[in-house]
């Protein structure tokens, strides 16, 4: 015999009561065995004994915060965990990724959990005027509801709402491989990302960045990393790792060999004239840490390059990012291969983008990419 509870429509199976009985002996409709023999009264009591011990666990609770399936089905089989809130989960997987910052996991990764869990607290606040909830309360209502606060009050767009729930449910999916959710709240939730035009830079816009004469050192810095990263198609994380022994000399030509941070794929660039040249202009400076360029953070070389473009008068949100979606190097013939593997996105929609771009400004023919 199986054993299932319902509560406000909702029903949520235990397991089995541990009794066999004869298919021919059940009463449907009394839910007990049909009969008067010795046999039959004591599987009925046995019955009777797992219904007024689910009845009372259910009246001990009935009047507080903790009602629900899952609290019942622990209490009945004496599981009840240490962890029974989302916040407290919560909390355990940042501790848990907060140790293996450094080892396998990014301080970035671990600020965007951090931030993840804040925006939760303060929608718990907002909306129910409470600090935490109890794991079988989080129901599709609080997904949707969570979701619907990330892009009203906290000004979220679709696309970071969006990355934000999904960080969201990686909670949820630890909570259930942990054993302390027994539901998946996000069953009916489909995640939707809006497509974005990232914008590229043409040959043009890239010289009038090279060409215009810059005072400010600042700005003439980060004009110099980006048009490396236009050159070599490095990511920003990517030229701020760089150190002089990713330059290597190989039959009388200058490589960069690195691995990506992000994917840890491994990156073979040969250098042309222009990355040579600005490498060249900061190699006799020391900087943190032996890297190869003083790089600043993303945030401040984002706004400087929103500054150099109004100077420029490039009518472009210009990021650091847009450095990967030029114009797939047309002078660099002998590297077109590798800048083609370099290229390829992390998910299909940025690939898709990527090729689009390259197949819409080369205007070789083809076989010069097969080479």
Known sequence: MMLRIYLNNERLSIGSTGISVLKSLWDIDKERLKGRTTEVLRTNLQLDNISNGLLNIFRRLEFSDDLCLERIKEEFLGKKGDIDTFMALFEKHNEDFRKQVGVSVSATTLRKYELCKRHFAEFLKQKYGRTDIKLCELTYT????FDLYLQTVAGQCR???TKTMKIFKTITILGRKLGVLHHDPFANYHFHLELVD?????????????????????????RDIFIFSCFTGLSYIDVANLTPEHLVNMDDKQWIMT????????SNILLLDIPKQIIAKYSNKTYRDSKLFPVLSNQKMNAYLKEIADICGIGKNLTFHMARHRGFYKRQITNRLTCLLMKVGNDKETSELLYSTLFCHFKEPLYLLQR
């Open 159 to 161: 696309n970071t709402a």
């Open 259 to 266: 691995k990506r941070q992000k994917t840890n794929v491994e």
């Open 142 to 145: 609080v997904i949707y509801d």
């Open 198 to 222: 990232r914008g590229f830079l043409a040959d043009e816009e890239i010289l009038k960045i090279v060409n215009k004469k810059l005072t400010r050192p600042r700005l003439s810095l980060v």
